[in-house]
């Protein structure tokens, strides 16, 4: 695999296959695997970020909201929530200039956390941590040097196949990941996070427009037609004290 994605912002030409792939289903393969593995191999963003060397195709998810919301700037600290398979570190590696490769621009971080053990990724400093940790948020503010311009969750509870279910565990998995980034924020940081179809729900919706100058829930040109994801760009955070419940009159 290509080690050097293409991190630019020019991303046309997605889409471009023209004969379209069928599986045929094997002794012992179920019908819903057949489907999902059909449509992976006639998906333009899987075949692209396997050309462009990205881990996946939610690569192309935070491409796009950064190049709509332009968070991921020049010497950002950046800290990946739930980060495995890394697709999104290698993103952001490229646009805070993690490693340096531009002279003319400030150096950035990158530090993603996971559950699991995830593959190393040049620039970006990896660690098997669990966020809801008591001692989480001071683990990654050492590691950083200090406080994050940028907590990014792409991070989804596990499917029951109940939707009103799954719509509360991830509503549940955001808002604990909202948390943890007013922990480390740093005062004008941005909060990205999956959520699904709707948004958040009016009490985190209502408290992510009390603590962050800007919020929108909006649904990236790489997300699936027939998922029900959507992500939330809230920037601009106001501060600990504010989020703390400390001058929460603060004006909109």
């Given at each position: ?40 191999l006639n998906d333009p963003y899987v075949q692209q970020a396997k050309r462009e060397g990205y881990r996946g195709r ?93 907590v990014m969750s792409d991070m989804a509870a596990a499917a029951s196949g109940h939707k009103a279910t799954d719509h ?85």
């Open positions: 695999m290509n080690d050097k994605p293409n991190s630019g912002k020019n991303t046309s030409g997605r889409g471009q296959r023209e004969l379209r792939v069928r599986v045929k289903t094997a002794k012992g393969r179920k019908l819903s695997s057949t489907l999902w593995l059909e449509r992976q939610a690569a192309y998810k935070i491409l796009e909201l950064d190049d709509r919301y332009g968070f991921l700037k020049p010497g950002a600290r950046v800290v990946d929530l739930g980060c495995a398979p890394g697709g999104w570190c290698q993103v952001a590696v490229a646009r805070v200039n993690a490693l340096g490769q531009n002279p003319k621009k400030p150096q950035g971080t990158v530090l993603g956390v996971d559950l699991q053990e995830v593959e190393a990724i040049a620039g970006a400093e990896i660690h098997q941590l669990d966020f809801l940790a008591d001692d989480a948020d001071e683990k990654v503010k050492g590691w950083l040097g200090g406080r994050a311009d940028v509360l565990r991830i509503v549940a998995l955001v808002e604990a990941a909202l948390a943890f980034a007013f922990d480390v924020l740093e005062d004008g940081g941005t909060f990205v996070a999956k959520v699904l179809a709707g948004g958040a729900e009016n009490e985190m919706q209502t408290m992510l427009k009390r603590n962050f100058r800007k919020v929108a829930n909006v649904k990236p040109p790489a997300s699936r037609s027939d998922s029900s994801e959507k992500f939330v760009v809230a920037m601009g955070f106001r501060g600990r004290e504010v989020a703390g419940g400390v001058g929460s009159d603060a004006p909109e």
